[in-house]
């Protein structure tokens, strides 16, 4: 049968990308449930259908423990609070959760899947699937065609983050300052809130909050969410996370450590036969992939690839996918497509 569908955080920068995805994949659905906060509902949202649910408006209902009666798929992008406070009520009225929060991607009971590396981990789940960290998404779906190659050992990453991976305010924000800024307003005048620094014309290199060994959380997440969702916990992730000035599209410098030769072509053949990766490197023409040209997409994109000398097995590469797609709405509707499978 066809599944009822609510979209909880409907409004939200990554609830809107839910909507697109479940028309552009032309999910099956029969229903489609837009919820919000109770400041939201009400709200009239645009829709162009997929499956049974003609385009036109969706209303906004107040999402509420008992929104999600009928419900099969459940796809969330609310913050790990309200993830929690649903949780019982989603699972209860036997819905799958697809939860895109941090809220129990590293729980023992909860798979952490990327459809394109780890498939098989939605046979376990126990109502509630979660969507990896967006900066995690993209660089697993890059390492796995290369570790069918050879085991890989050690990665090291550092990210190039846009700045739509903290919400629509915070893209809003990018453009509000950057006018601003070439208005002549000095530091103290701008509007600064969706960063703890100035982002127009500038890098922070702080994502999420820092943790006791003075990393930051996104960090973190990228170090074990890449050893459970590769499942092996031997891979060992440095990660520096870095904000920048980019309105959507994450990039990612990437050098991985084999425990086994693999040649640049080799890598570049299973990378262009990888699903979901799209291969652009020809140096000898500018060609690799750029953020501020691949919004909206739906791959992800690998270029630079190259020997790094510095290590016995070591190849480099760049990386960069759309983070609202890939890293979030997409990667969730994708897991929704496996459930129906
Ligand atoms: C960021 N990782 O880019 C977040 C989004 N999930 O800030």
Redesign the pocket.
């Known amino acids: 049968a066809n599944p009822v569908v609510a979209v909880a955080g409907a409004t939200g920068a990554v609830g809107a990308e839910f909507l697109r995805v479940l028309h552009d994949l032309d999910f099956p659905a029969r229903e489609v449930r837009a919820l919000a906060s109770a400041r939201s509902a009400g709200k009239k949202l645009a829709f162009d259908g997929c499956g049974h649910v003609p385009a036109g408006e969706l209303t906004v209902q107040e999402m509420r423990p008992e929104s999600f009666e009928g419900v099969d798929i459940a796809l969330f992008s609310c913050g790990a609070g309200v993830s929690k406070q649903m949780r019982e009520a989603v699972t209860a009225a036997g819905a799958v959760m697809i939860d895109n929060s941090s809220a129990f991607r590293m729980d023992a009971d909860v798979p952490l899947v990327v459809p394109e590396v780890n498939p098989g981990d939605i046979a376990w789940h126990s109502g509630v699937i979660a969507n990896p960290?967006?900066?995690t998404i993209q660089m697993v779906v890059a390492l796995k065609p290369l570790y069918d190659l050879a085991r890989i050992t050690r990665v090291v990453v550092s990210t190039y983050?846009a700045a739509s991976?903290?919400g629509a305010p915070a893209m809003a924000e990018l453009y509000d300052q950057t006018r601003e800024f070439l208005d002549g307003k000095a530091d103290d005048e701008l509007t600064v809130e969706a960063f703890q620094h100035r982002i127009a014309f500038n890098c922070i290199p702080h994502?999420d909050k820092f943790l006791d060994d003075d990393s930051t959380k996104?960090e973190w997440k990228m170090v074990v969410e890449t050893k459970k969702i590769m499942g092996d916990e031997g891979i060992r992730v440095a990660a520096t996370c870095v904000r920048v000035p980019v309105l959507r599209c994450?990039g990612e410098a990437v050098n991985v450590e084999f425990a086994d030769e693999v040649s640049v072509e080799a890598a570049r053949a299973a990378l262009a036969a990888a699903p979901g990766v799209t291969v652009l490197d020809d140096v000898a023409n500018n060609v690799y992939p750029m953020p501020g040209l691949l919004a909206g997409t739906n791959d992800t994109y690998v270029g630079r690839i190259r020997r790094d000398d510095t290590v016995e097995h070591g190849l480099a590469l760049w990386v960069v996918a759309d983070?609202i797609r890939k890293g979030?709405a997409l990667n969730a509707v994708q897991i929704a497509q496996l459930l129906l499978s």
């Open positions: 960290n967006c900066s983050q991976g903290a994502i996104e994450h983070q979030a």
